[in-house]
C-alpha cells in the first residue's frame, strides 16, 4: 500500500503537503522565516518552530506575527526588511552602560549595569565583587550571560523595560 497523501486546503483548494511551506509573516508586512509543512503539519508545529518558547511565541503573537501555508512558488521570503522599525518592531530600550542578559536562574532578560558583547558573560575572575543587580531590582546574580544558549527563548523583563524608558525620559 503506497503511503496516504495529505492535503491542506489553501483558498479552497485542496493542495498535496509536499507543495506548500509555512511562512511567518512580521508585522511590517515581510515574510521573515520559513518551514517546510511537510515535517511541521500542524499550525501550531509551524508557530512552535518559528519560536524558541512558548513565551516568546505569545509575544509575536501578540506583536501580530502571522503564520500561513501557502505554494512553495507563492513564499516572498526577504533576507533584509527595510522598514523603520525593522521587522515591524521596536528594539528593546538599553540605556547607556547596560545590557539585556540571563543569569543561570532567570526565566527573562533583565538590564544589568555592564555592557557585555553578544555571546560573552560577566566574568568572575575581573568581575564584581558583589552580585550584579537588574535594573528593575527583581534579580541579582554573580554571572550574567549573552550567550545565545543562555538567552535562547527568554524574553525581556517588563519591568526592566519600564525602568529603561524612565532612565530614558
Ligand atoms: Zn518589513
Ligand atoms: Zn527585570
Not at 542578559?101 to 568572575?124: C, F, W, Y
Not at 552580585?131 to 527568554?154: F, M, N, P, Q
Request: hydrophobic share 30%; proline share 7%.
Amino acid at each position: 500500500m503506497s503511503e496516504p497523501k495529505i492535503y491542506v486546503e489553501i483558498e479552497g483548494t485542496p493542495v498535496p503537503i509536499e507543495e506548500c511551506t509555512w511562512v511567518q509573516t512580521a508585522p511590517c508586512g515581510c515574510e521573515c522565516a520559513w518551514t517546510v509543512a511537510r515535517y511541521h503539519p500542524t499550525y501550531d508545529d509551524a508557530w512552535n518552530t518559528f519560536s524558541s518558547s512558548k513565551k516568546e511565541r505569545e509575544r509575536n503573537e501578540k506583536r501580530g506575527f502571522k503564520v500561513k501555508i501557502v505554494r512553495h512558488k507563492d513564499i516572498r521570503i526577504k533576507d533584509d526588511c527595510t522598514h523603520t522599525p525593522k521587522w515591524g518592531v521596536e528594539p528593546p530600550p538599553t540605556p547607556e552602560g547596560y545590557s539585556w542578559a540571563a543569569s543561570l536562574e532567570s526565566r527573562a532578560l533583565h538590564l544589568v549595569p555592564v555592557v557585555i558583547e553578544m555571546g560573552e558573560t560577566t566574568s568572575l575572575d575581573c568581575g564584581p565583587k558583589e552580585t550584579i543587580k537588574t535594573l528593575c531590582g527583581r534579580a541579582s546574580a554573580w554571572v550574567w550571560s549573552r550567550r545565545w544558549y543562555e538567552t535562547e527563548g527568554l524574553i525581556e523583563c517588563v519591568s526592566c523595560e519600564r525602568a529603561a524608558l524612565a532612565v530614558k525620559a
